[in-house]
Nanobody
Framework: QVQLVESGGGSVQPGGSLKLSCRVS????????ISWYRKAPGEERDLVAA???????RYAESVKGRFAISRDNGRNTVYLQMNSLKPEDTAVYYC?????????WGQGTQVTVSS
C-alpha cells in the first residue's frame, strides 16, 4: 500500500514562507506525477503544483512566481516551497501521486496565513 506523508504546515504571517514535504513510501519514479493540491473551507480541492516523472512542472496561475515544487529522488520526497504567502493561500494542502489510473492521497497538512 502506497503511503504519502505530508509535513511542514503551520501558521505564518502574510509575506512569510513555509516549505511542505511529501514523503512517498515507494520510489517516486514509479509514479506518472506527484502533485500538491489544496482545499480551503467551502471550496473545491484545486491543483497547486505538479511535477511529472520527466521533470516537467506546472503551477496554478495564482501561485506562479511564489511557489516552487521540487523533488529529492534519494529521499522519495517532493517539496513545495511557498514564499510571499497570502491569506488566500490558507488551506489544507494535500500531496497526490498518480500511477496510471490510480491515485494516492496524503492526509493533508494545514497552512494558515494570517496577521
Amino acid at each position: 500500500q502506497v503511503q504519502l506523508v505530508e509535513s511542514g504546515g503551520g501558521s505564518v504571517q502574510p509575506g512569510g514562507s513555509l516549505k511542505l514535504s511529501c514523503r512517498v513510501s515507494d520510489n517516486i519514479f514509479n509514479f506518472n506525477s506527484i502533485s500538491w493540491y489544496r482545499k480551503a473551507p467551502g471550496e473545491e480541492r484545486d491543483l497547486v503544483a505538479a511535477i511529472n516523472v520527466g521533470g516537467s512542472i506546472r503551477y496554478a496561475e495564482s501561485v506562479k512566481g511564489r511557489f516552487a515544487i521540487s523533488r529529492d529522488n534519494g529521499r522519495n520526497t517532493v517539496y513545495l516551497q511557498m514564499n510571499s504567502l497570502k491569506p488566500e493561500d490558507t488551506a489544507v494542502y494535500y500531496c497526490h501521486a498518480r500511477m496510471g489510473l490510480i491515485g494516492y492521497w496524503g492526509q493533508g497538512t494545514q497552512v494558515t496565513v494570517s496577521s
